[in-house]
């Protein structure tokens, strides 16, 4: 779980902690809602789309009804346990931890990055030329594919 943005509820599953929970420690929820629009959005707390489950799960899943996008949401069978009672926690990122989103070209990019300037065998060279190119940028030279 992770805090995002106002705007950035719409791409995630939301959650709303137990009122009072310390949220730097796995909580316990009240509440999951899938994709839901800022002014829906129980909090702006995302789930990081990991989870472990008992076998509980797959009699709420049989149970759910197709909801968001026509399809039975994960996030919806998680709802029903929640209602029925049951215990369900998120576990937050701690602060050295990244959470990598690649649903848009963006985030896939920044995350391609990431991976590849750490990368042991070529993440110096691939620096050196990132370098490189953002001088050429600031001089104003960008980039070409070749021709005039």
Not at 79 to 92: A, D, Q, W
């Amino acid at each position: 779980m992770w805090l995002v943005e106002h705007d950035a509820t719409r791409r995630y599953g939301v959650v709303k902690p137990e009122e009072g929970a310390d949220l730097t420690q796995p909580f316990r929820i009240t509440d999951i809602v899938e994709k839901p629009t800022p002014d829906q959005a129980p909090s702006r707390y995302a789930v990081a789309a990991r989870y472990v489950f008992g076998g509980q799960i797959f009699d709420a899943l049989d149970a759910t009804l197709p909801g968001h996008g026509g399809e039975i949401q994960l996030t919806d069978a998680i709802r029903r346990l929640v209602r029925e009672g049951k215990p369900v926690y998120c576990v937050p990122l701690r602060p050295n931890e990244t959470r990598y989103d690649i649903g848009n070209p963006e985030s896939y990019f920044r995350a391609f990055v990431d991976f590849a300037f750490d990368d042991p065998q070529c993440g110096e060279k691939l620096r050196r030329h990132a370098r490189a190119l953002l001088e050429r940028y600031e001089r104003g030279e960008g980039f070409s594919l070749g021709g005039d």
